[in-house]
């Protein structure tokens, strides 16, 4: 059961649970169930940090593959340059010409890793989003646990 259904069981169970005649909105509820949830929210929390991680571990690797296709695209460019030496006329081309794919391949490399590093943030963003509001979430239902038992 995912953090989300447990709390959401959780926030049934104190919305489902007898209300106290007198005694200003409290409730009876069942502590065990409480805690049982508690306990799965506990579990479950290891999983979304491994999932961090393997977020993590994919924007590394990413950024690796750019780094080895960019590097390639240089060895590509610069082989390509000395097999056209050849001639003034042809290395000035040639020249030029590498100049140009290696200034392309750069330009390449610097976007690949800028386009790596935006989407490598912004799942670390939802994932951080995400632990954020599980963390109020489960906070808001401890201090309300707190106040519907009594104790705080």
Not at 6 to 30: A, C, Q, W, Y
Request: net charge negative; glycine share 4%.
């Amino acid at each position: 059961m995912s953090i989300d259904q447990i709390l959401n069981e959780m926030d049934e169970t104190l919305v489902d649970s007898t209300g106290l005649p007198f005694s200003g909105g409290k409730r009876l509820v069942d502590v065990e169930h409480i805690r049982d949830l508690m306990s799965e929210i506990k579990l479950s929390l290891p999983e979304e940090v491994r999932q961090a991680k393997a977020i993590v571990k994919d924007r590394t690797e990413i950024i690796e593959n750019a780094r080895k296709e960019a590097d390639a695209i240089v060895r590509r460019a610069q082989d390509r340059a000395e097999m056209l030496v050849s001639e003034s006329e042809v290395v000035k081309a040639s020249e030029a010409r590498a100049a140009e794919q290696l200034s392309a391949a750069a330009q390449q490399t610097k976007e690949l890793r800028r386009q790596a590093k935006e989407y490598c943030e912004g799942v670390l963003r939802q994932a951080e989003d995400g632990l954020a509001k599980k963390a109020r979430d489960l906070h808001d239902t401890r201090v309300n646990l707190g106040k519907l038992t009594g104790v705080e």
